[in-house]
């Protein structure tokens, strides 16, 4: 028999946009975005008050973000051509 949900449980059941967050909070140097959720810093600073229209279309957006943390600095080509001088 299952438990039924009671009043004191649904304090923790919310009807809106959850977070993207997964706890790896870095910000990306050059491109300023969170290599955890790809949020911005003000993305992240507003959340709680975004409404969940706001939060849509954020999330919307995050997928497209990750190639601008993803670019190659060069690798090892780079590497040896800094290590010539």
């Known amino acids: 028999m299952k438990d039924q949900p009671t009043a004191k449980d649904s304090v923790w059941t919310r009807d809106e946009v959850q977070s993207p967050c997964i706890q790896i909070c870095v910000i990306h140097p050059e491109a300023r975005l ?4 790809l949020r911005s810093i ?3 600073t507003a959340w709680s008050k975004l409404t969940n229209e706001e939060r849509s279309q954020i999330m919307a957006t995050l997928p497209d973000r990750q190639s601008q943390i993803s670019k190659r600095r060069g ?4 590497r ?6």
């Open 34 to 37: 969170c290599t955890g959720c």
């Open 42 to 44: 003000d993305e992240i």
């Open 75 to 78: 690798g090892r080509k780079a």
């Open 80 to 85: 040896q051509a800094r290590n010539v001088r």
